[in-house]
């Protein structure tokens, strides 16, 4: 059994106008998605700004009402934990965010901010709690001084680092992660990669990795999914996506990679012209009436390409 399992996953958002501003139509952010996670595994899911990745991980964390599918978390239903805040629901799934400081409490200390989760969840001692706070703290790398300051007197790398020692303070079984690098210097970048990894090899945490960085996501994740137009164009693992990709769109993500090499950078700028070109000429091979993806058919056992 999965972790979690998302089955046809819709989010719809209505659209409202008229003289008695009634619903004259749907956003449809997703649409129709399914996939699962398997305990200690993590999935990237990777797409451009407005292809509905992040309003996946927020339809998992309740935070945001389904308009169709069903989501199953250990093979129950999250709908009967949606709206409980001390469920086992929200115990064992937490989310790092992508703006660390607008989810960081100001007028709190980094203890109490830290420690909120294991006061909602267990009963600690004020010692006990202040030596979690310390132990968690270490784990991210960062002094149990830091536990006296408040968030305004941290770097974005320090700040995220707090996020993600909140985010694992009860221990979870599945982290989202919504672009939790992609406001950091590549330097910092790094380290938060890392600590991540070796949090989750501590834990057996899984990961929901969301980003819209595909050089980011090939460093943490064994599976992809490659979203556009709020559908799946593609999903397979690492070595699926990035030595064999199908889909026209994910092959113009991955020419998009920055080479490091100064020797390679204009054969990378002519193929990525080429591909744009290719991804005009071919629009309608890919993508049916309105720009609407097709369902994922299999390529190999572990490779699926939308295709009609």
Request: aromatic residues 8%; proline residues 4%.
């Amino acid at each position: 059994m999965p972790l979690l399992e998302v089955r046809d996953l819709k989010v719809h958002f209505p659209i409202k106008g008229g003289i008695l501003g009634g619903t004259i139509g749907y956003v449809k952010a997703v649409d129709g998605v399914s996939f699962s996670i398997d305990h200690g595994q993590t999935i990237g899911l990777v797409g451009e700004s407005g292809s509905g990745k992040s309003t996946i991980g927020k339809a998992i964390l309740g935070l945001t009402p389904l308009s169709g599918g069903s989501i199953y978390f250990d093979g129950e239903d999250i709908k009967k934990y949606v709206g409980k805040n001390r469920s086992n629901y929200r115990r064992c799934v937490q989310m790092i965010f992508q703006d660390a400081y607008s989810s960081l409490n100001p007028r709190k200390r980094v203890r109490d901010i830290i420690a909120e989760p294991l006061r909602n969840f267990e009963n600690l001692t004020r010692l006990e709690e202040r030596k979690r706070v310390e132990e968690l703290l270490a784990i991210v790398g960062m002094s149990g001084d830091a536990a006296l300051k408040y968030p305004h007197e941290f770097s974005g790398g320090q700040r995220q680092r707090i996020g993600i020692a909140r985010a694992i303070a009860l221990k979870p079984k599945l982290i989202v992660a919504d672009e939790p690098v992609s406001a950091l210097d590549l330097s910092v970048q790094a380290q938060i990669l890392n600590y991540l990894k070796d949090i989750q090899a501590e834990l057996g945490l899984a990961y929901l990795f969301v980003s819209h960085d595909l050089g980011v996501v090939k460093h943490m994740c064994e599976n992809l999914a490659i979203m556009h137009n709020s559908r799946f164009v593609e999903f397979g693992t690492g070595r699926d996506i990035y030595k064999n990709a199908q889909h026209i769109y994910t092959r113009r993500l991955i020419a998009a990679i920055p080479d490091i090499d100064p020797d390679l950078r204009h054969e990378s700028a002519r193929r990525r012209f080429q591909l744009a070109k290719l991804y005009a000429q071919e629009y309608s091979r890919y993508y049916g009436k309105d720009g609407q993806v097709y369902d994922l058919k299999p390529v190999s056992d572990t490779h699926y390409v939308a295709m009609p």
